[in-house]
Structures are given as structure tokens and as C-alpha cells.
Nanobody, 127 residues
């Protein structure tokens, strides 16, 4: 079992930055991958960013490339999503996700590749 704890959501003006963090505890190992997804009101959940622990590979959605970065920080099993130049369309509930099974690179973009999910944190970008 893996437990995920997200933090850092809030209200920000368009163009501003915001940082989300996710800490994982429990059964994690070398095949561990983490991801961020978001869901806007009335829309489906969509991939934002992913991170593979074994080789530090990152995966980014086209909509956030050049604005968002995902990285590990401080200790093992913690990732940070740095969001810059935020837009109103970035508004939504952001979910941290994790898998302890090794997955192929393309699978990092799919929600069903992740077995564990956090509760979500709300990000609101005002125009």
C-alpha cells in the first residue's frame, strides 16, 4: 500500500506561480513512478506530469510544457510540481498518483496506470 499526501493548492492570479507537493509513504521501491493529473469542473481527468524514480525521467503534457516542471526534492518519495505562468484554464483539482509497478514510458500519461491516488488539492487561477 502507498499513501499520498498533497499540499500547496490555492488561489493565484493569471501569470503567477504556484507549487504543489506530494509525499508518498508505504511500499515504494525502484520501480516507483508518480504523476500529477487534474480535473476541471465538468471535464475528464487529464494528465499533467509524470516522474519515474529509477532514472529520473519526466513526462509532461503538451499544454504545460515550458510552464510546469516536476522534480523530486528533499527526500525519497517526494515530488514537487512547480507551475509558472498559470492560466485560467489550469484551474482544477490536482491529484497526485503513484504506481509501484514498472510501467512503460507511454503509460505514464494514462490514469489507469496508477494504482494509488491522493485526495486532490484545488488550484484556482483567476483572470
Amino acid at each position: 500500500q502507498v499513501q499520498l499526501e498533497e499540499s500547496g493548492g490555492g488561489l493565484v492570479e493569471a501569470g503567477g506561480p504556484l507549487r504543489l507537493s506530494c509525499a508518498a509513504s508505504g511500499q515504494t521501491d525502484k520501480d516507483f513512478s508518480m504523476g500529477w493529473f487534474r480535473q476541471a469542473p465538468g471535464k475528464e481527468r487529464e494528465f499533467v506530469a509524470g516522474f519515474r524514480w529509477s532514472d529520473l525521467t519526466t513526462y509532461m503534457a503538451d499544454s504545460v510544457k515550458g510552464r510546469f516542471t516536476i522534480s523530486r526534492y528533499n527526500a525519497k518519495n517526494k515530488v514537487r510540481l512547480q507551475m509558472n505562468s498559470l492560466k485560467p484554464e489550469d484551474t482544477g483539482v490536482y491529484f497526485c498518483a503513484a504506481t509501484v509497478r514498472r510501467i512503460l514510458s507511454y503509460r505514464h500519461y494514462y490514469a489507469d496506470a496508477y494504482a494509488y491516488w491522493g485526495q486532490g488539492t484545488l488550484v484556482t487561477v483567476s483572470s
